[in-house]
């Protein structure tokens, strides 16, 4: 059995964190392919690492000094290392990072590297594989995801690989420079790396057990959904339900490989399976309720429309016209 498994960043925010998965991915053997995003927030006030690069690139591509900015990241790193214990030293990969920078390496690049840094302590503590996104993942000259070239060299790279660690959120042009998916965009690259080796299971582990039918922050306790369908999901995730990146179902949607998001700091508990179809019969008859501001619903009406050629272009015409999705 093969799975693979992706962490986000409130799960590998710290050492103590980074310890807490590797006894997870230890625990099931089948776990043998590890999808980490940057470290996240450690405390309520906290700075994401990846909101860190990106400042600290700013900086840098506005002709200031940015070393100081880019210190204190490597110290974020650092104690990662120390309280994990490990005999690693991120200097090279930080030398690289700064000449990088003041060569206006691109955003992109600069938001990358916190998945990149992060997979190697994850491969150094596991003892597995370190496997560069973006010697796997490809996009195209205009930005777009390239699926058939990425499937074909990741599966090929994989197939012999027992156990590897792949970054999330990023990828390679075919220029060479390094190209991310929108926020979030790790679960994206578990997806496509369960698909490519064909996983049994693409487990996606948050701080949350699973989806709940309803968004917490308004209806208090509100139940764990246990099994949805991936249509359910794309469209509580459109309306904003954001546990999962609302792109990370369409891969293993079409190899229907089901989707298990688990609760980093309560394994224990089930979480949501995500799959195909189902052929049991609901709980409920409503699976889940999302909401999402800036949105709206146009009704219109008009005598004879039935009986009027184009009709429809031209509405369409002018949401396009005023740039409405």
Not at 108 to 126: D, F, H, K, V, W
């Amino acid at each position: 059995m093969k799975k693979v498994v992706k962490f986000g960043g409130s799960s590998l925010a710290n050492a103590e964190q980074f310890q807490k998965v590797a006894d997870i991915i230890r625990a099931d053997e089948a776990r043998r392919y590890v999808i980490p995003s940057a470290p996240g927030k450690r405390f309520s006030s906290d700075i994401k690492v990846t909101d860190m690069l990106y400042e600290c690139y700013d900086i840098a591509e506005s002709g200031k000094k940015f070393t100081a900015k880019l210190d204190k990241i490597k110290e974020r790193y650092n104690e990662i290392i120390k309280g994990l214990g490990l005999e690693l030293s991120l200097d090279d990969e930080f030398q690289v990072i700064h000449e990088n920078f003041e060569k206006k390496a691109g955003s992109n690049y600069a938001a990358s590297r916190g998945e990149y840094l992060n997979g190697i302590i994850m491969a150094n503590y596991l003892g597995y594989e370190f496997v560069d996104a973006a010697e796997v993942i490809f996009f195209d000259e205009n930005g777009n995801f390239d699926e058939v070239k990425t499937d074909k060299k990741l599966a090929d790279r994989l197939k012999d690989t027992e156990k590897a660690v792949v970054p999330g959120f990023y990828g390679a042009k075919p220029d060479g420079s390094v190209k991310t998916f929108s926020r979030g965009g790790s679960d994206v690259t578990g997806s496509i790396v369960a698909k490519a080796i064909q996983a049994d299971l693409y487990e996606n582990w948050t701080d949350v057990s699973g989806f709940l039918v309803t968004d917490p922050r308004i209806i208090e306790n509100p139940e764990v959904i246990e099994t949805i369908t991936y249509r359910e999901l794309r469209e509580l995730a459109y309306m904003g339900a954001t546990v999962l990146h609302e792109d990370a179902i369409f891969p293993v949607r079409k190899a229907e490989i089901p989707i298990n998001i688990k609760n980093t700091n309560a394994p224990q508990e089930k979480g949501t399976l995500i799959v195909a179809h189902t052929c049991h019969k609901p709980k409920y008859t409503i699976t889940g309720i999302a909401g999402k501001k800036g949105f709206a619903a146009i009704n219109i009406e008009k005598d004879m429309m039935n009986a009027e050629i184009g009709f429809g272009r031209k509405v369409l015409g002018i949401f396009e016209e005023n740039d409405i999705s």
